[in-house]
T-cell receptor, first 112, second 113 residues
Framework: GDSVTQMEGPVTLSEEAFLTINCTYTATGYPSLFWYVQYPGEGLQLLLKATKADDKGSNKGFEATYRKETTSFHLEKGSVQVSDSAVYFCALRNTGGFKTIFGAGTRLFVKA | DAGVIQSPRHEVTEMGQEVTLRCKPISGHNSLFWYRQTMMRGLELLIYFNNNVPIDDSGMPEDRFSAKMPNASFSTLKIQPSEPRDSAVYFC???????????FGPGTRLTVL
């Protein structure tokens, strides 16, 4: 079945450091790929998405590129801030499907 | 615009009691999802409604769990009787259609003693 694997956390960085959170997926067909973020005490909210191969999703300085050849959708940010501390979830939804498959989440701590 | 509204935000109950969680989706959204989040199992889809009709309830853990959506603006998730292993954060999410971005509520943190 479809699945998402993301790097285990926690990830601890200093402010202004470069961030990469790895995500790979297994899916039949041509899924849409997502990154959601969950701040403490809140629900998940969409950070960015890509719907086809080679698309790049971007938002708030975060980017991720849909790589079909490596079945990956790694999240990157050039300079993290303390306010980026949260849990990040990689997810996929297959074509024509309603079910979104979430990864286990990666907790990010950013130190001042 | 108001987002997805869930109540209560926190619920503490004793084993064997009935628990009812409530959700008001975003107006105009016709799809609604209930999720459960735990450290051990991550985020699990419990049930999906489309136009108030349950489409997939394969994630509902057992008969103690039931969900209803009597109209487009309200849904409930009921656990009867509750058990300590039901302790988790329960999220409701809505979507314009089943194939769009999901918008999550703030969650209900349930503790069963």
């Amino acid at each position: 079945g479809d699945s998402v694997t993301q790097m285990e956390g926690p990830v601890t960085l200093s402010e202004e450091a470069f961030l990469t959170i790895n995500c790979t997926y297994t899916a039949t067909g041509y899924p849409s790929l997502f990154w959601y973020v969950q701040y403490p005490g809140e629900g998940l909210q969409l950070l960015l998405k890509a719907t086809k191969a080679d698309d790049k999703g971007s938002n708030k300085g975060f980017e991720a590129t849909y790589r079909k050849e490596t079945t990956s959708f790694h999240l990157e940010k050039g300079s993290v801030q303390v306010s980026d501390s949260a849990v990040y979830f990689c997810a996929l939804r297959n074509t024509g499907g309603f079910k979104t498959i979430f990864g286990a989440g990666t907790r990010l701590f950013v130190k001042a | 615009d108001a987002g997805v509204i869930q109540s209560p935000r926190h619920e503490v109950t004793e084993m064997g009691q009935e628990v009812t969680l409530r959700c008001k989706p975003i107006s105009g959204h016709n799809s609604l999802f209930w999720y459960r989040q735990t450290m051990m199992r991550g985020l699990e889809l419990l049930i999906y409604f489309n136009n108030n009709v349950p489409i997939d309830d394969s994630g509902m853990p057992e008969d103690r769990f039931s969900a209803k959506m009597p109209n487009a603006s309200f849904s409930t998730l009921k656990i009867q009787p509750s058990e300590p292993r039901d302790s988790a954060v329960y999220f409701c999410a809505s979507s314009p259609t089943g194939y769009d971005t999901q918008y999550f509520g703030p969650g209900t943190r349930l503790t069963v003693l």
